[in-house]
């Protein structure tokens, strides 16, 4: 709501962009075959698909969604952060090496490596088309959300524009020009990320030139009809931001204390910015939304820097707080998810076919692990400078960071708006590219047994990105209006729940069948997929009921699933395993000694 088209981010949007698309096309030469296509022919550097991997993982999530809710709500969104950054560790140590030396262009194909099951290709391959929907859902919804400011253009425009980008992408160059596109984008990301948090340090924490008199702005409305203050229409879209920073020197976000009564902090270091935002008081926005009149509430709400920096000030994270069983619950699932998530995302496993050894994949993800901890960690500084400098906009939590680069100047917002929009096609393209191999090399080749040499199999997949793409855009336009990262949540669940007890039991216990993965990801993935669709918050978010229909009406007690799908998963293999082993479902191999011999 208070946007101004800026020529300048326009341009360097447009050459960011043309420069990937050139990049992609360039590179298309070197994928004629499907090794080529699906796996860049296994000869990435390991550093370069280290830093890819944190150009893959590094999406619209983490960098609109996460500032986006420590902006919001303070340290609650910085857990997210945490969550997804310990993830790695179970990739690390547990899926790195094995995952390399057991498959060669997908998931399935480790999972299969022993078996050679139709079936269980199969149910792989669904899972995969449904866990990279899930995760495609958030990146185009932020797709939509960069371009809405960035070039005056409505929501659905940004998300086609991403679809056709992303396909052009993944349809000429496959993982060739993906490994690459995620590189660039992952080291810019870093780079950019860290030069706004100096300028942040450098800048510290100021008082409006003049205090906002109380009750000036007491309620903003967005509604089906547009955007009400203290129940007024707005004459144009930015006309109350403006009027606030023409009078008061600030926008929306703003400090209303410092420690000691003071105006002003001038530069701080990394701590002691920390330290001052703790003892200051900040004027925070609280959400409510009217599903029947269709009309969300934000009111201002000032709220202590220490109390932010505790868990539980988000309703998301609720449970840390709440003294109700339920309630814990759901906060200890979520942050399970985000933990066992990350080692069973297709799109993430999938990196590990396009180094040339087990030793190069491990140290590929040391250095993913560096490169993304250092930007979680920039997070934090991000999400903080845009609750506190006037940049805050109230009803879409998704721009923060990009609002926050434009105080510095229109530059910077277009180099950071450019970096944001090139971080959804790395992962978008990444997403697409292993649906796509889920589609072409796992169900047309060895499902329905096609007759597919290489060219056919890249042929099948460029189709398969296209229609991929196209659904990724309907979905992108219909949950326009959800923080991206709650969306991320639901598919790191749902992976959680599906690929992790197989991958782990197949990697670790000699007597894991065929049968015993088959029935184990289908319990996790239709457990995961409707213990969400009957959540109160599914219900209410996506649904649109009132939060206490909502709440009577749903089937589970609470919302993440993780914290029972994954244990029903690894029971379910364990003891289907054990039904099935004497039929033969199971090698008298250990996986330790196929491994070896790979």
Known sequence: M??????????????????????????????????????????????????????????????????????????????????????????????????????????????????????LKCVAAIATLVISLFYLIPQMVGAGALVKPLLGLPHWAGVAMVGVAVTAIVATAGMVSTTWVQFIKGTLLVIVCAFVVALLLDRGFALPTKPIPAGAVQTIQTTPSGVLVNGAPLAEDNELDTRLRAEHGVGFGSVAALPGGGVATGPLGPISYLETFAGSTVTTWRKSVDASTGTTTFTPVERQGADLLLPGANPTFKGVRDDRLAAKLDFLSLMLALFLGTASLPHILIRYYTVKDAAAARKSTVVGIGAIGAFYVLTLYLGIG???????????????????????????????????????????????????????????????????????????????????????????????KMNVTFLVGWAFNIAASANLPSLVMLLFWKRTTKQGIIAAMTVGLVGSLGWILGSADTLEKVFGMTAADAASSAIVPFSQPAIVTVPLGFLTLVVVSLLTERAGGATSQSPQANTAQA
């Not at 100047?409 to 450019?418: K, M, N, Q, T």
């Not at 796992?442 to 890249?458: A, E, F, I, Y």
Request: net charge neutral.
């Open 386 to 480: 845009a609750m506190t400098s006037g940049a805050l906009d109230p009803t879409d939590s998704n721009m923060s960071a990009p609002l926050l680069a434009r105080t510095f100047g229109d530059g910077l917002f277009a180099v950071i708006s450019a970096v944001a929009f090139t971080t959804v096609l790395g992962t978008v393209s990444g997403l697409i590219l292993a649906g796509a191999g889920a589609v072409a090399h796992d169900l047309m080749k060895d499902v329905l047994r096609m007759k597919l040499d290489d060219r056919g199999q890249v042929r099948a997949a460029k189709i398969a990105s296209v229609a991929l793409g196209l659904g990724a855009v309907v979905l992108g336009i219909l949950f326009e």
């Open 2 to 119: 208070i946007y101004e088209t800026s020529t300048l981010a326009v341009a360097v949007f447009a050459a960011f962009v043309g420069a990937v698309l050139a990049l992609s096309f360039w590179l298309g030469a070197r994928a004629r075959s499907a090794g080529g296509y699906f796996a860049a022919h296994g000869q990435v550097g390991w550093f370069v698909n280290g830093i890819a991997f944190a150009g893959d993982y590094l999406s619209a999530a983490s960098f609109l969604g996460i500032c986006g809710m420590i902006a919001f709500f303070g340290y609650d969104g910085f857990l997210y952060s945490i969550g997804y950054l310990a993830g790695w560790i179970v990739a690390l140590f547990v899926i790195a090496e094995p995952i390399k030396r057991l498959g060669k262009y997908t998931l399935a194909d480790a999972l299969d490596a022993r078996f050679q099951s139709r079936g």
